[in-house]
């Protein structure tokens, strides 16, 4: 075995070279990998005793890509295209063997061998457009030489990978192989020398691209397809370009078209906000004094109190993990209902071909219906939803505290009271902690883990790891009112009222939110979430929305009840309303608000700007770990566009002194000391720094 660099050696197998990458954890592309494998090549090339090439990775998995850390330094040599050009162009079979993910670069260099073998559970795609690039080393030319247009323009374009089985399907694996996979990558070479196979150059195929050649209509449908999902994202529309180009140009000149389009994304501010959050997502999972090593407690049976709203679909994402749970109810109807809705969800699912009816049996087989609260005794954790009143979850905790096993775990779904009061209810507040799901909980990836004072690290660890279990993202917060989301979300509404008050109407609002990226604005969000459910807090707290106060006096709480900000068709398509414009208008007679045109610049600034303000008070007072995890926490359960990276990434790349100056001037304009600038804001401006930049 020679080593060629500090990750790459080479090896000899009878008439075989072995080409191994072994740079953990993932065998990213970086520099020294691509200087190993051009001078693995050249060697073997040059080497009279060698016949065949395998291309084969050490560790968990098959190449994933390029190194994204090196993304926007000074580029090394060799380059990836070399070192493809240098695969392709060998006068001696070079074949890929791949195990665990063969992705971007990694999929790119499969690509560029003449033949490629996987095992069962390998996986293959081509995420780039995730990180708002496109695959840059040649994928969209030769992905659709081997599996078609179609199929190449939906790998590219949704970057989610695909199984061994359907790359074989494909023509994307020639093999699926068995046992040690150098081994059965040597066998694969020598049969292909004995049998003198051709050497297969994915760049000469044409066939499938002529089956769509002088066909159009086959991107402009694809684009249709995808219009809503991409909608704001600037990579997909250049990836869907690249292909055309693999279609319509030799693959020389496709290559070109293809780095033109790529260095366009990868200069672009869309591109660098997606990189940010390729790696917030993974420094969120990170908790500096919960070391990972940190034992979690295993969790083999679930329970979850209330089947609500919430109760149900948390209940549901542990029975998609495979976990079993235990629903209690105070009520047997409650109960009836709650279970009904979750086989409703499940058989709507199914309706759409994305469960089969035995999947839906299997999962509602896991959740066990009960009133008798003696069923969670052996639950290894236990998640509450019901009523969000201190007094009656300060009476459930006291309840579970007698009946569950010592070593449980104690979760309250609460989205705004005190954690801490909650945990006090109990002998063992160390195994009390906050596991706040967004609505719908079953679909939301967000999951806001709460540490209260006194949460043990082990618990912690627990609500991570089985939240990422339940293919939730988790990010752990601090005790504060409404934890980091809807504390600033909170902040976003104070304004969102002011504005219609002082002139703009809710219409107007929404749409400055929905251009802007996000899925609806605050009204439209009021009406699905239930104006009821805020006006039931306020009344609790004696505090006062007038608008939303007075629709709901009228019973319109939004949606369920066919109207709110918005009127709502049998379709739940929503149509501003006249009769709320004039509410909104004799209001602010009332107030002796005089109504002026407000402009779309001015509604976003005062939506957004209050958000990373509070943002910044909550870094202040260490209820977020990190600037990044408030992005996390906003792109995953409040559909902030990811391609503006998150609230605290968006002011970054705004300029925190055109953030504080705008906030100074409205201070000035209204007298309103929530405009002050929060402490933080002004030192990282003082240090020339920004929230994300360490
Ligand atoms: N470059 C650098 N670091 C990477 C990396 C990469 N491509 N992929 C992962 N890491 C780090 C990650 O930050 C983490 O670090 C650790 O590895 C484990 O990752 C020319 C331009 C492979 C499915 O987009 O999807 O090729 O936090 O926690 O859950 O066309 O990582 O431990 O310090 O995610 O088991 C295209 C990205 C690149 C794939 C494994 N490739 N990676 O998931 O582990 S662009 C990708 C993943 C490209 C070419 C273009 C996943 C994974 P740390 P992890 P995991
Ligand atoms: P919900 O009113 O829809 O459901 C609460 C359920 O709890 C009811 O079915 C009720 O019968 C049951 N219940 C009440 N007391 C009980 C008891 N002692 N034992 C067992 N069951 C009992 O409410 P929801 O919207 O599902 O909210 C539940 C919790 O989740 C609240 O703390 C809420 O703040 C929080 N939350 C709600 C949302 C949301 O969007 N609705 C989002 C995040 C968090």
Known sequence: MTALSQSVSLDRRGRTAVL???????NALSQHVRQGMR???????????????????????????????????????????????????????????????????????????????????????????????????????????????EKALQMIVSGDPIGADEALKHGLVDEIVEGDLTTAGVAFAEKIVNERRPLRKIRDLDEKLAAVRGKPEVFATFRKSVARQTRGFRAPENCIKAVEAAVTLPFAEGMKRERELFLELMASPESK?????????????????????????????????????????????????????????????????????????????????????????????????????????????????????MAVKKEVFARIDTICKADAVLATNT???????IAGATRRPESVIGMHFFSPANVMRLLENVRGAKTSKTVIATAMSVGRRINKVPVLVGVCYGFVGNRMLHQRGKQAEKLILEGALPHQVDRVLYDFGLPMGPFAMGDLAGLDVGWRIRKGKGE??????????????????????????????????????????DV????????????????????????????????????????????????YGYGWPVYRGGPMFW?????????????????????D??????????????????????
């Open 20 to 26: 191994t990458v072994d740079n953990p954890p993932v």
């Open 39 to 149: 001078d693995g090549l050249r060697q073997a090339g040059a080497d009279g005793g060698i016949a065949a090439i395998v291309v084969v990775c050490a560790g968990r998995t098959f190449i994933a890509g390029a190194d994204i850390t090196e993304f926007g330094k000074p580029p090394r040599e060799p380059g990836l295209h070399e070192v493809l050009d240098l695969i392709e162009a060998s006068p001696k079979p070079v074949v890929a063997a791949v195990h665990g993910t063969a992705l971007g670069g990694g999929l790119e260099v499969t690509l560029a061998c003449h033949y490629r073998i996987g095992v069962k559970t390998a996986r293959f795609g081509l995420p780039e457009v995730k990180l708002g690039l496109l695959p840059g080393a040649g994928g969209t030319q030769r992905l659709p030489r081997v599996v078609g247009v």
């Open 273 to 389: 906000a997606q990189r940010y959050f390729f790696f917030a997502e993974r420094e969120a999972a990170k908790v500096p004094d919960v070391p990972a090593d940190t034992p979690a407690k295993e969790i083999r049976k679930a329970a979850v109190l209330g089947a609500g709203t919430m109760g149900g679909g948390i209940a549901m994402n542990f029975a998609n993990a495979g976990i079993p749970v235990t629903v209690v109810e105070i009520a047997q109807d409650a109960l009836d209902r709650g279970l009904g809705v979750v086989r409703k969800n499940y058989e709507a699912t199914a309706s759409r071909g994305r469960l089969t009816a035995q999947d839906v049996e299997k999962r509602m087989g896991l959740i066990q219906g009960t009133t008798d609260f003696g069923a969670i005794a052996d639950a290894d954790i236990v998640v509450e939803a019901v009523f969000e009143e």
């Open 415 to 421: 989205s705004t009271l005190d954690v801490n009061e």
């Open 544 to 585: 006062k929305s007038v608008v939303a106060d007075r629709l709901c006096e009228m019973g319109r709480f939004g949606q369920k009840t066919g109207a709110g900000y918005y009127r709502y068709g049998p379709d739940r398509s929503a149509t501003p309303d006249s009769e709320v414009e004039k509410i909104i208008v």
């Open 588 to 635: 602010s007679t009332e107030l002796g608000i005089t109504r002026r045109p407000i402009s779309d610049d001015e509604i976003l600034a005062r939506l957004l700007y209050p958000m990373v303000n509070e943002g910044a008070k909550i870094l202040d007072e260490g209820i977020a770990i990190r600037a990044s995890d408030i992005d996390v926490i906003w792109v």
């Open 651 to 671: 002011a970054d790349q705004l300029g925190l002194k055109t953030l504080r100056d705008r906030m100074l001037e409205f201070r000035r304009a209204t007298g």
């Open 673 to 694: 000391d929530f405009w002050t600038p929060a402490p933080r804001l002004e030192r990282l401006l003082a240090e020339g720094k920004g929230f994300t930049q360490s």
